[in-house]
Every structure is written in structure tokens, then in C-alpha cells.
């Protein structure tokens, strides 16, 4: 039986026990009519003993609360409403027949002060219900008690289980990295024998080349050995040839004709020069006017191309604007539509569940009017025929009573059978502690096998090794989320940003974006990529978050510094995270953080050969718009990215560090998330001053005024005195923190209020917490993280060196 249902029945019968009217019956006006059950004679009862609680539940479970109107106007009625909760007897007696009396008559009086009476009354036994309610009280309890220490057995059993799979589970870890650790050795040892192969075969290779080679060339000379001597002896005969042709022509020159003969030929020679020179003149200026008027056309098409291009590229800007004020109109129109439809179907519901409603209630007009006829009939049939049913009940209850205990017997001795079995021979008993053992073998090895297996499907068919953290669900997770909304028991869409703190034209900037991108999404169109850069601590990867959900889309959050460590593995690794990205079904948003780890300029000498590959394929994989996914990268380091990767950043959003404002507001969320809900401690509002709120020293000196003030402060305060209310934290003190903290990044505010309360806990050790906060334990804390602040930036510009003093004081130097 449900617990609320025990309550509602135990609180249904106390309530029995207190409707009892006090005036207007002669059956109670005097002591001795009065239940005997609620005095404490001892001596008057007899025949003690426990009361079967189980059969008295049984009965009140059975019980049915109803409400009912009186039909006449009793002089005690008229105090209350006619409406009234009870029990009716005629339903009682069946279940409970120990519980009603019959009365010969029944006198009351009316609201006008008639007396009148009834004949044949039945009464409840006020007492009987109200005991029987106890009763059932005592098994709920005693079923709780049993369900609490099933439940604290479990959870023992489920810890000693995970303690055991977590075992297990890294004793498998370090088995399988044994593993890797062998087989990348034995891969290793087979490449550079691989390696030693091929530089034996490329020696034999290269040995015979040589060989053929030095027979080629010994060949070669060989034949040239005996051209030259061939041509040796030709030269030979062409020069005695030419020393008598040689002789023959200086016979012929010493006559005059010829000497004329040759200074003609000469002249003539000395002409031909000079035409061929001023052959080249020409040739060579006709070449420099054809360059010219090749530069010349180059530059007027470069020009008239430049002009061309600006053409088209004002033309594209024109439509795009058109495009944007036609889909703007089309959104518009579409919306107004969809009100319009929503209107209609909101109207005919109402129409509906009207006619509904008005349906129903003549249902169940007419179901009542039966359901009195019915129970009519039955309370006359029951009348007629209580001690036959009386009978009949009794019978079947011993009835039920012995095939129980003959049950239990038959059990008791079949085990009884079995146990005798069992020990009497000793065979039986090796093998049943053999199949118990086996089993819990058998049980432990499936498990286990079951677990590696999973484990093997997950790095298989599960989510890339690169990916650190994602929101994929599957269905029935997507389905129990959207039901939790529904119930309004999770933050419904729409309020993603809610808790995030940024500054006005860095917000508008982000959710200008995040709404661009659902609706690229929801109409199919390619989506952007975007990159956040900025200090660290300044809320990139929560936003990335909280964008993604925002959008529709699912989040995979990686790190640009996994890359690396993957060294020939990163490309395939690589590929099989853009695999995983289109296997989605909402479309994922990549957050890369810390991107210039492996997205850096490859103008960079230092860059390895594996970084370089994972770089090329990052373009390969981001080179053409996708609706499928959109890449958001996050750096520190924006010039440090390559070129071809900033070209693909569609919108760069740079988050500063907070203002004033922005940090006023997170010192206010922090301050609600850190203390005031897990501690209890507010911020004193004006109605709390103005009324003369004072928080007792006593209590506050031993929480709070060993960290407000020094020693000297505290010894010179004495005890006992009240701290006033301009003594406690307030709206204008947190202002003051906010100021106080300029430069703070968001992570840095969120620790200084972790360590806040870091300082209220240790205090709240030796005194009891309080309501309200001195300022001096705020402004102590607030000051050594600002001082902590200055000092890491001078860490950061100059270093860090130690110097000792003998007096104990540490003091860094610069």
C-alpha cells in the first residue's frame, strides 16, 4: 500500500473519531456512555492480547471516504457547511462489522430547535476506527523500516560493486596500456626493419648500375681510341691536301686581278655588316614597341577588370540586402499566419472543451443517479442477508487460514527434504558449493566481458578520442528532458543566457549570432564559423555552451593541445571526428579551445610534419560552408592562427574583461551561489536597517570579527557590544568590492567568492552561523585577492625572486 494512501486512510479515520457531535444525542450526555476504549482502567479489561495489525490494515485499506449533504438542518449543523467528509456505516459493516452498532432510535434537533428522532440508527465506533488507524500506522511504519534497511543494504552492495568495477577497471586500463605500450614497440621495431630491407635492396641495386655502368663506359672509350686514331690519320692526309692547296692559292694571289678580286670581295663583305647592323637596330626597336603596347593592353584589361569586379560585387551586396527585407517580409507574413492559426485552433479547443466539460457533467450526473440506485439495492440485499454473509465470511477466512499454514507446512518441509539431502551426503555438497562458485565465476567473467566489450564498442562506434565533453543524447534522453520542460522542472528553451553576465554590446553581439544561427539552422542553410579571443578566464567556453543549446545544435568541446601528442595518428583521428560531426542529427557546433596549439602559422619554422598534415585537413574538412556544423574557435593568441584558418572565421567576438556593471553583476550571482543559498547568509536590505536590525558581537565576534579586524582592533572593541547595521554587508558594499577588483576576469571573481566562503566556513567552526555579513571579513578577502592579482602580473612581467629575512617575513623581489 503507498504511503499517502496510509496517510489519507489514517488521517480519514482521526477525523471519524472527531465528528462525533457533542450536544444534541442522549446517548452521549453522560460519562458512562462514552466509549470505554478511551479510558485508562486497567482493572476493567481482561482478556489482553496484540491485536492482528495485518487484518486491521487490510480493512482500512478497503475503507472509502465519502461526502455527503444532510438532507435536514440539525441545531449542531448549523455552524458548518451541510457539505461534510465520513464514512457510511452500510459500507463499514461488511469490512469492519466490529466497528457498528445498530441504535433502537436516535433523537436530534433541529436548527429550529424541534426535537426529533430516528428509528433504527446505525453508529460508528469512533474508537474502533481510530485504533484500527494505529494499527495501520504500525504496518507503515514497520514496511518503511523494512524498505530503509533494504534500501541502506543495497547501497551498500551497489558501493562495494563500484568499488569493485573501478578495480577492475584500472587493472583493465593498465593491461590495455601494457598493450599499447608492446605493440607500438613491435610496430616500431617492424618499420626500421622494413627501413633496413629497402636500404639493402636500394645497395644491391645501385652496385649493379655501377657495374653496368663502368662496362659502358670501358666500352665507350674503347671505340673513342679508335675514332681517334681514325681521325688522326684523315687529319693527316687533309693537312698535306690543304698545304698544297694552300701552295696553289699564294700562286694565284701574286697576280693583280686577283688582289683586285678581293678588295671587292672585302667591300662588299664590309657592307653586308653594316646592313646587318641596322637590321638589328630595327628588330630591336620594333621588339620595345611591341613590350609597350603588350603593357599597355595588360593594364587596360587589369583595369577594366578591377572595374568589372566591383561591379558585380555592389550588385551581390543589392541583392543580398533585397534578399534579407524579402525573407524578413516572408518571416513576418509567416508568423502572423501561424498567430492567426494558433488563434482558430485555440478558439475551437475552447469551443471543444467546452462541449467537453458540459458532456461530462451529464455523464456524471447520470452515472450518480445509477451508482445510488445500485448501492440502494446492494445495502437492502446486505440487510436481508448480514448473517448469511457474516457466515459466508467466516467460512472463507478459516478457509484461507488453513490452506496458508498447509502451504507453509508443505514449503517448511520440502526444504527440510532438500537440506537433509544436502548435508547427509557429501558428494551433493562439493557439488553444490562446485555450481554456486562456478556460477559466481561464470556471473564475474560475463560482467566483466560484458564491460570490456562496451568499452570496446564505445572507442569503436562511440565519440572520437579528441572529443573531451559533449551533449549528444539518444532518443529516450531527448524524450525525458522535453518531458522535464514540459513539467516546468528544467529551464525551458530560450533562457540559456539567462545566469551569464557580459557586457550589453558583447551580448547583443553573441545573441545576435545564437539567433542567426538557429534560424540558418531550422531553414537548412549553411552556418557560420566563428572565433572568441580574449583573455583567459573570460567565459569563451561557457558561452560556446550555452550558445550551442540556445541554437538547437549539439556541443563537442575539444582542446587544440590533443592534437599534438598524436603526432601521425592526429589525421585520422581527425577524420573520424568529422565523421562523428555528420553523423548527427541537430547538427553539431565544434568549440576548439586553445586553437593556436595546433591551428598556428606554418610560416613558423618549429612546426613538425604530423602538426602540418593536421593542419591541411582541419582546412580540408572547414573549406566549404556546412549545415551540418559550425567551428567556434577560442584562443589567447589570435595572431598566432594561420591565415588560410582566419579566413575561415566568418565573425571574430572578442571577450574583454568585465566593466563595472559586469562585475557588479557577478558579484551579485556569486555572492547568491556561493553564500546565501548554501549558507543562509543575505545581504541587509533598508527595511532590515531602518527597523533596528543589531546582530548580537557575541555571536558575531566568535564567526567573523577574528578575520574583520587584528588583534589590537579586537582587544580594544569590547565584548558584548552590538554591531550596527552600517557594520554589515550591503548592496553599497558590494559596489565597493566591484570597484575594488577591477581588471578580474570572470574565473578570478568566482574564486575570490569561493574563497570567501572558504573563510565563513573555517569561522563557522567556533560560532554559530548568522543572518547578515561584517563588511571587514568581505573587504579582508576581497583585498588579498586584488593583492594577489597585482603580484601575479608582476610575476608575469618580471619573475619572481625570494628573499629571506632572519625576522621571518618573506618579501618577493622583483
Known sequence: MPLATSAWVTFAGIGLAF???????????????????????????????????????????KLRLREFDHKEDEFYNKFFSKRQLGILTSEVQPIMPSAVARLSERRWTSAKGISNMTKNVMLLRDSHLLMASVASLQVVGRTAERLEAAVDKLNKEMLEVWEEQNDSRRKREEMLEQMVRIIAKVEVLQHALSKTEEGFVRIDGDLRNFKAAQEEISDALQRGLEDVRNRTL???????????????????????????????????????????????????????????????????????????????????????????????????????QEEARVKGETELLKLKLLSEEKRAELGVQQAIEAAKVEQEAKLRD???????????????????????????????????????????????????????????????????????????????????????????????????????????????????????????????????????????????????????????GTGKTMVAQRFAEFSGLEYAIMSGGDVAPLEEQAVTELHKLFSWVHRSRRGVLLFIDEADAFLASRKRGNMSESLRNALTTMLYHTGTPSSQFMMVLATNRPGDLDSAVLDRVDESVEFGLPDVD?????????????????LGIKILKAEDSTAGLLVDRAKQQGRFARCSCSRKQRSETPKGVPLKADDLTDEESLAEVARRIAGFSGREISKMFTSLQTHVLYNAQRAE??????????????????????????????????????????????
Request: charged content about 30%; hydrophobic content about 40%; overall charge positive.
Open 19 to 61: 465528528l462525533r457531535p457533542t450536544s444534541g444525542n442522549w446517548l452521549l450526555q453522560c460519562s458512562s456512555c462514552v466509549d470505554q476504549a478511551f479510558f485508562g482502567d486497567e482493572s476493567l479489561k481482561e482478556n489482553v492480547e496484540d491485536a492482528n495489525i495485518e487484518l486491521l490494515h487490510a480493512q482500512i485499506r
Open 234 to 336: 684523315a687529319q693527316d692526309a687533309s693537312i698535306a691536301s690543304f698545304q698544297d692547296a694552300f701552295r696553289a692559292a699564294v700562286d694565284r694571289e701574286a697576280r693583280a686581278d686577283l688582289v683586285e678580286k678581293r678588295k671587292e670581295a672585302e667591300a662588299a663583305v664590309e657592307v653586308a655588316l653594316v646592313r646587318r647592323s641596322i637590321e638589328k637596330v630595327r628588330w630591336e626597336e620594333e621588339q620595345k614597341t611591341i613590350k609597350m603596347r603588350g603593357e599597355d593592353q595588360r593594364r587596360s584589361e587589369d583595369h577594366s577588370s578591377k572595374l568589372h569586379q566591383d561591379r558585380v560585387a555592389h550588385e551581390l551586396a543589392q541583392k543580398k540586402l533585397a534578399d534579407l527585407e524579402i525573407m524578413q517580409q516572408q518571416e513576418e507574413s509567416n508568423i502572423r
Open 382 to 536: 446486505k440487510r436481508e442477508n448480514e448473517d448469511v454473509n457474516l457466515r459466508h465470511l467466516k467460512a472463507e477466512m478459516l478457509e484461507k487460514r488453513q490452506q496458508t499454514v498447509e502451504a507453509i507446512r508443505a514449503t517448511a518441509e520440502i526444504i527440510h527434504s532438500w537440506i537433509s539431502s544436502l548435508f547427509g551426503n557429501p558428494n551433493h555438497l562439493l557439488l553444490a558449493i562446485g555450481s554456486v562458485v562456478a556460477t559466481a565465476a561464470g556471473l564475474y567473467v560475463s560482467r566483466e566481458m560484458a564491460i570490456l566489450l562496451r568499452e570496446q564498442l564505445n572507442k569503436r562506434l562511440g565519440r572520437p578520442s579528441l572529443v573531451r565533453k559533449t551533449d549528444r543524447r539518444g532518443s529516450l534522453q531527448q524524450a525525458w528532458i522535453g518531458l522535464l520542460r514540459f513539467l516546468r522542472l528544467r529551464p525551458p528553451h530560450g533562457s540559456e543566457f539567462s545566469d551569464v553576465v557580459l557586457h550589453p554590446r558583447l551580448h547583443q553581439q553573441v545573441m545576435r549570432l545564437a539567433d542567426a544561427t538557429r534560424s540558418a539552422k531550422r531553414r537548412h542553410m549553411p552556418l557560420q564559423h566563428v572565433m572568441f579571443y580574449g583573455p583567459p
Open 662 to 678: 559586469a562585475r557588479m553583476g557577478m558579484v551579485r550571482m556569486y555572492f547568491d551561489m556561493y553564500i546565501t543559498k548554501p
Open 769 to 814: 552561523l548568522s543572518r547578515f555579513m561584517p563588511k571587514g571579513l568581505l573587504f579582508e578577502v576581497v583585498d588579498a585577492k586584488a593583492l594577489e592579482h597585482h603580484r601575479t602580473g608582476e610575476f608575469q612581467v618580471s619573475g619572481y625572486n625570494y628573499e629571506h629575512t632572519e625576522n621571518g617575513k618573506m618579501k618577493p623581489a622583483a
